[in-house]
């Protein structure tokens, strides 16, 4: 049987999918895509033991079928131009020809009896969103969360709704952050702890657009569907931390500092800061501000001075600069605030300027300076 179909079209889509299919596993399969003709579409899968991504694209074909194809099919489409190609099946062999103007090129396919069908998902309740909410929302907090397999749990992005937004957190317990968008006061109550690498896949498939999307939530397992796309995840066990009680409400310190001088100034003192800990230190002297960096055990040292506006009196912190960098690389405000109330407490972090329907808040815990 033969499949025509795009070229451009059909590596595109493969390669979104292929974000999610691992590079090794102990069940081979997973290293392939699953390609089905029916209804008059190709409809494309990859899926791995969290989660499941399925598309589908305009073809024309002579027959239904069901194969998984490898993913090296990849490597021979990447570097032909665009043009229809006919994807030839041996229903028999399963062998795969695929021709194009002047060349061809073949892969083995394998029988998709022991792929892994899709789980059938018995609906809490769902949301609507923009799908350019949700990738905003995961973007600005996935940097935060963490990447310890031992504790999953703050190593995901949690999504829950109040009555009026949609509240999107990150945590890995030394920084905190939190991205409060409004929904319209659309009805649709859900909570769920999405792992960092199905976040990641999220945030490389969703397009950024108006386009609304549906999130589904289960008990056990969740969809997101836009568009021609369905994707299925496990959600992560556990219950996760209360993030309203941790952040800070007495914070009266306020420091107004340039984004970009602050991000320049850590990434160049930082090179001399101890390797273990990435300490830096925040100095604030009337509305100077001097991050301060050094390595004792290699007598290396950095330091540079800016202008800020500071509602206080000298002041130092220690920080992890690396962290901090995560932090103020996600505000694309000109200008960042930092909120302290003791060196010992937690710091506030947010634009200078928040829209109207949108609140992005960062919380970092500060180092102990001697």
Same mark, same amino acid.
């Given at each position: 049987?033969?499949? +025509?179909?795009?070229?451009?079209?059909?590596?595109?889509?493969?390669?979104? !999918?292929?974000?999610?299919?691992?590079?090794?596993?102990? +069940?081979?399969?997973?290293?392939?895509?699953?390609?089905?003709?029916?209804?008059?579409?190709?409809?494309?899968?990859?899926?791995?033991?969290?989660?499941?991504?399925?598309?589908?694209?305009?073809?024309?074909?002579?027959?239904?079928?069901?194969?998984?194809?490898?993913?090296?099919?990849?490597?021979?489409?990447?570097?032909?131009?665009?043009?229809?190609?006919?994807?030839?099946?041996?229903?028999?062999?399963?062998?795969?020809?695929?021709?194009?103007?002047?060349?061809?090129?073949?892969?083995?396919?394998?029988?998709?009896?022991?792929?892994?069908?899709?789980?059938?998902?018995?609906?809490?309740?769902?949301?609507?969103?923009?799908?350019?909410?949700?990738?905003?929302?995961?973007?600005?907090?996935?940097?935060?969360?963490?990447?310890?397999?031992?504790?999953?749990?703050?190593?995901?992005?949690?999504?829950?709704?109040?009555?009026?937004?949609?509240?999107?957190?990150? +945590?890995?317990?030394?920084?905190?952050?939190?991205?409060?968008?409004?929904?319209?006061?659309?009805?649709?109550?859900?909570?769920?702890?999405?792992?960092?690498?199905?976040?990641?896949?999220?945030?490389?498939?969703?397009?950024?657009?108006?386009?609304?999307?549906?999130?589904r939530i289960g008990a056990d397992w969740s969809d997101v569907i836009f568009n021609d796309y369905e994707i299925s995840f496990r959600n992560v066990e556990g219950r996760f931390p209360n993030w309203r009680v941790?952040?800070?409400?007495?914070?009266?310190?306020?420091? !107004?500092?340039?984004?970009?001088?602050?991000?320049?100034?850590?990434?160049?003192?930082?090179?001399?800061?101890?390797?273990?800990?990435?300490?830096?230190?925040?100095?604030?002297?009337?509305?100077?501000?001097?991050?301060?960096?050094?390595?004792?055990?290699?007598?290396?040292?950095?330091?540079?001075?800016?202008?800020?506006?500071?509602?206080?009196?000298?002041?130092?912190?220690?920080?992890?600069?690396?962290?901090?960098?995560?932090?103020?690389?996600?505000?694309?405000?000109?200008?960042?605030?930092?909120?302290?109330?003791?060196?010992?407490?937690?710091?506030?972090?947010?634009?200078?300027?928040?829209?109207?329907?949108?609140?992005?808040?960062?919380?970092?815990?500060?180092?102990?300076?001697?």
């Amino acid at each position: 049987m033969t499949i +025509t179909i795009s070229k451009t079209a059909l590596l595109s889509r493969l390669q979104l !999918l292929a974000k999610i299919i691992p590079a090794k596993s102990s +069940t081979p399969i997973l290293c392939h895509f699953m390609l089905e003709t029916r209804d008059g579409r190709l409809f494309v899968t990859g899926s791995n033991s969290e989660g499941r991504i399925t598309t589908s694209l305009e073809c024309i074909f002579d027959e239904e079928i069901s194969i998984c194809v490898p993913t090296s099919i990849l490597d021979g489409l990447k570097n032909l131009p665009e043009q229809p190609i006919d994807m030839i099946i041996n229903k028999d062999t399963r062998e795969i020809r695929i021709k194009y103007h002047g060349g061809k090129f073949e892969v083995m396919g394998y029988a998709p009896s022991t792929y892994p069908g899709k789980r059938s998902i018995e609906v809490l309740d769902s949301i609507s969103l923009r799908t350019e909410d949700l990738f905003y929302g995961i973007s600005k907090v996935i940097n935060l969360a963490g990447n310890d397999d031992i504790r999953p749990v703050i190593s995901s992005v949690f999504i829950e709704t109040e009555p009026e937004a949609v509240c999107f957190v990150g +945590t890995d317990a030394h920084g905190m952050g939190l991205v409060r968008k409004g929904n319209g006061g659309q009805a649709g109550k859900i909570s769920v702890i999405i792992s960092r690498p199905i976040a990641s896949v999220l945030r490389a498939i969703l397009p950024v657009s108006s386009d609304n999307l549906e999130l589904r939530i289960g008990a056990d397992w969740s969809d997101v569907i836009f568009n021609d796309y369905e994707i299925s995840f496990r959600n992560v066990e556990g219950r996760f931390p209360n993030w309203r009680v941790v952040i800070p409400k007495g914070n009266k310190l306020e420091l !107004l500092v340039d984004t970009k001088q602050l991000i320049g100034a850590i990434k160049r003192t930082s090179v001399f800061s101890n390797k273990a800990s990435c300490l830096i230190v925040l100095k604030i002297v009337r509305d100077k501000l001097t991050v301060f960096a050094q390595d004792i055990d290699f007598s290396t040292s950095a330091e540079e001075t800016m202008e800020a506006d500071f509602n206080g009196d000298d002041f130092s912190i220690g920080v992890k600069g690396s962290l901090l960098l995560e932090i103020l690389s996600c505000i694309d405000d000109g200008r960042a605030r930092l909120t302290f109330s003791e060196p010992s407490r937690a710091i506030l972090i947010t634009p200078e300027s928040q829209s109207g329907n949108e609140e992005l808040t960062y919380l970092l815990m500060p180092i102990t300076i001697s």
